[in-house]
């Protein structure tokens, strides 16, 4: 009982965060712009006044939920790991290159073929952090970031160099990747590819891998109490280096299923940040892989709102980064959930004391 | 292409040319420690060096002033310092989540600002530009290799060398910085001590935001004349692995930036020489892995401490 009233004074908190942020960033729209109420209406009423602007917001919002739920899997076992852009790189390379060079597979074979592949680079890249933090103590922080460098110019070496596509001129990017890779669109009115179907699934897994199974019991507690866990007969160091396998194993699908549902060839700097995304969507989700369902349609939502503002109105799309950093600093803001749940507390005592 | 860099070498050149670039690692890096040492380890300082970049070459530009757009780029990235603190020490935000939002904001704010103030969407580019000044030392800047040594360099070369002088007196020579350092170690000790925790950590990262401030105000007239979106790529989190290179002392601090710059220097000159077949991604690469590479030897002889320790 005590649970879900704190789950549910959680969610308040968060909601009416994300409305403050979002009243915040109307009050600099009424500062800078000369057209205030143009602005704030393609900002959130634009994303779903068409299918084709829906659409796109949940296709935005696929790949996010992928590196949200990326995120949320180390921040649970206690590692700040900041590497899930440099892991989707490696793993929409991996899962790329089945795409482009396996021809004359049918897409039930291939597509989860892909899939495999990206998981498996994601997590081969991840561990490499993960085993410098588990056995050596290194700042998975700072490795994390530099690893991110190394894979995206690495991609980026590979792109220009070795798989470039000849007729793709000026730009780098591999082959078209076959027919059978591809991720249809599921409905003729929408624009939105089959990829979000496998984002869902993907939260639904995480979620059961979490909360009902002993491996995920044992990671919530390394990072809840790991001395705890230690002296419980934990082999923290394994639960640690496996958080950041499969966190780049989902931050590698995330990448991949942009490849093959969204671009159709692996592009270089095809992410602009999405695994840095994924953090913002994690802690707006407080790490739990339903909410991050949620976290990444509001979080691509807001992206979208953004972009048709800067269309119809004088207001830049960055405004909505700042309602981000205000909605991530309000979220994060332990001071004022602690007090919220304690006037409850209070208040609730106070009821008991008057009968 | 090995004869011109050797040549470089020869004449000294390359002095100048590493301490361009080692400029805003190592003050960042400063930053970094100084918020580090205090336990309240400063990740912003990418998305600071980013602001005051801006604000600085815009009020530069405006008021035709370096002086005052170094000073203005500096309020800026204390005053967001500060704000930092705020959120983290009294709304209890995560240090390293109040780091990371200032990042996101460095880069947005300043695209933001750019379209919002200039009208432009990539980069300002001022005609008139007053830039941080370079010093020629009259007379020495005459004599072959000292010339090049010790003349020629921007002012923030000579403010970044100093500011490792004045840090490592702040830190190990005065009673704040007995205090700081007690404050990271065991903030709870120093608190039964009459110490205020908060107080000092508050101004540990109002020194981050300053460093960071110089930095990034060297970044747009110093280093170059115009503000790029994002122009500092990872430099601040260069900085930060600074820290843990350089043993988290400001004399490691100072030889980890150099070695940085360093590996940039070859970078820039292996780039731009003629015929190199070097693909650049690969020296791009080099800073990264090196700080990766760093991180572990670290961590081993920090365990290797412990081990003897116990």
């Known amino acids: ?60 919002a696929t790949p996010l939920i992928f590196t949200g739920l990326a995120l949320s899997v180390v921040f649970r076992a206690g590692v700040f790991s900041m590497g899930a852009e440099g892991q989707l790189y490696v793993g929409a390379f991996f899962g790329a290159w089945v795409a482009t060079f396996i021809p004359g597979l049918p897409a039930a074979i291939h597509i989860p073929l892909i899939l495999i592949f990206a998981m498996l680079g994601g997590a081969l890249y991840g561990a490499i952090p993960g085993l410098l933090k588990a056995y050596y103590n290194a700042n998975e922080i700072v490795s994390t970031l530099m690893l991110n460098f190394v894979a995206t110019l690495s991609v980026s070496y590979l792109l220009n160099n070795v798989f470039k596509d000849p007729a793709s001129g000026g730009y780098a990017r591999m082959p078209y990747i076959q027919p059978s890779a591809k991720l249809g669109k599921f409905m003729e009115a929408l624009p939105t590819h089959s990829g979000i179907f496998i984002a869902i699934a993907a939260a639904v897994i995480i979620y059961l891998f979490l909360y009902k199974t002993k491996g995920g019991y044992e990671l919530r507690l390394v990072g809840e109490n790991p001395l705890f866990a230690e002296y419980g007969g934990i082999n923290t160091k394994k639960v640690i280096v496996l958080s950041v396998m499969i966190s780049g194993a989902l931050a590698g699908i995330g990448g991949v299923v942009e490849v093959i549902g969204l671009h159709g060839a692996l592009k270089d700097q095809f992410s602009v940040g999405l695994g840095f995304d994924g953090i913002i969507i994690a802690l707006l989700a407080r790490n739990h892989p339903i909410g991050v369902i949620a976290a990444a349609f509001f979080y691509a939502y807001l992206q979208v709102g953004a972009q048709t503002m800067q269309m119809n109105s004088d207001v830049s799309r960055e405004l909505a980064v700042i309602i981000q950093v205000l909605l991530v600093l309000l979220v994060s803001a332990q001071a004022i959930f602690a007090y919220l749940k304690q006037r409850v507390h209070r208040r609730k005592r106070g009821e008991a004391n008057a009968l | 292409m090995l004869s011109n860099l050797w040549g470089q070498i020869i004449d000294l050149t390359i002095i100048a040319i590493i301490l361009r670039v080692t400029v805003p690692i190592l003050l960042s890096a400063l930053g970094g420690l100084i918020s580090d040492l205090a336990g309240v380890v400063n990740i912003g300082l990418e998305g600071l060096m980013l602001i005051s970049a801006f604000t600085s070459i815009a009020v530069g530009s405006v008021t035709n002033s370096w002086l005052v757009g170094v000073l203005a780029g500096v309020a800026a990235t204390v005053l967001i310092s500060l704000a930092m603190g705020f959120f983290s020490l009294k709304m209890k935000v995560d240090i390293i989540i109040a780091g990371f939002a200032v990042n996101i904001f460095g880069s947005g704010f300043t695209i933001f600002m750019l379209n919002t103030v200039f009208g432009l969407t990539g980069n300002y580019n001022p005609e008139h530009l007053n830039k941080i000044p370079v010093i020629r030392i009259p007379f020495i800047d005459d004599i072959p290799l000292l010339g090049n040594l010790l003349s020629g360099h921007n002012l923030m070369v000579w403010i970044s060398l100093l500011a490792v002088l004045f840090s490592f007196v702040l830190i190990y020579r005065t009673p704040y910085g007995v205090h700081l350092r007690s404050v990271g170690e065991a903030p709870d000790a120093a608190r039964s ?56 002392n400001p004399i490691g601090v100072l030889l980890g930036s150099l070695l940085f710059g360093l590996a940039n220097a070859i970078t820039t000159l292996v780039e731009t020489a003629p015929g190199a077949h070097i693909p650049s991604q690969f020296i791009k690469m080099i800073p990264y892995l090196v700080t990766v590479l760093a991180l572990v030897i670290f961590a081993i002889r920090q365990k290797r401490k412990n081990l003897a320790l116990s």
């Open chain 1, 1 to 60: 009982m005590k649970r879900k009233s704190s789950f549910l004074l959680d969610l308040l908190g968060i909601a009416s965060a994300a409305i403050v942020a979002v009243l915040i960033g109307f009050i600099i729209i009424l500062l800078v712009s000369d057209q205030p109420l143009q602005a704030m209406k393609s900002l959130l009423v634009d994303p779903i006044s068409n299918a084709f602007n829906f659409g796109t917001v949940l296709n935005k």
């Open chain 2, 193 to 248: 001590l009459g110490i205020h925790v908060e107080r000092i950590q508050y101004s540990a990262l109002a020194w981050s935001g300053l460093f960071a401030g110089l930095a990034g105000a060297y970044f747009s007239m110093g280093l170059t004349s115009m503000f790029v979106k994002d122009m500092t790529a990872g430099t601040g989190f260069l900085g930060l692995a600074v820290v843990l290179f350089g043993n988290r």
